[in-house]
């Protein structure tokens, strides 16, 4: 059973930088997606970023060159982060972590979301 766990969300200010964190316990499997998916007030879950279990990635083309998806993996643990740069307003959302076994449709995992608000 994999739990998501996510972290580092707050208010900045707009140009500023904020880095989430999101604790992934029980991803086990030789291949998989982890990613992480935002959802703006009264719009519907979008997808930020994606790294798969060969570490390729991929970018909404709003965060492309201001955000970077990574992880670091140990055993059945592993830790996905997201380092955004050059925020604006738009990207004002509840930022949520996920796991799926592939990037497509991902809808298996998720964590329980944090806000990210930029004024």
């Known amino acids: 059973h994999v739990q998501l766990v996510e972290s580092g969300g707050g208010s900045v200010q707009a140009g500023g930088s904020l880095r989430l964190s999101c604790a992934a316990a029980?991803?086990?499997?030789?291949?998989?997606?982890l990613g992480w998916f935002r959802q703006p007030p009264g719009k519907g879950r979008e997808v930020v970023a994606t790294?798969?279990?060969?570490?390729?990635?991929?970018?909404a083309d709003s965060v492309k060159g201001r955000f970077t998806i990574s992880i670091s993996k140990d055993n059945a643990k592993a830790t996905l982060d997201l380092q955004m740069h050059s925020l604006k307003p738009d990207d004002t959302a509840i930022y949520y972590c996920?796991?799926?076994?592939?990037?497509?449709?991902?809808?298996?995992?998720w964590g329980q979301g944090t806000q990210v608000t930029v004024s």
């Open positions: 996920a796991a799926d076994f592939f990037c497509i449709n991902m809808d298996r995992y």
């Open positions: 029980g991803v086990t499997y030789v291949n998989y997606c």
């Open positions: 790294i798969d279990s060969d570490g390729s990635t991929t970018y």
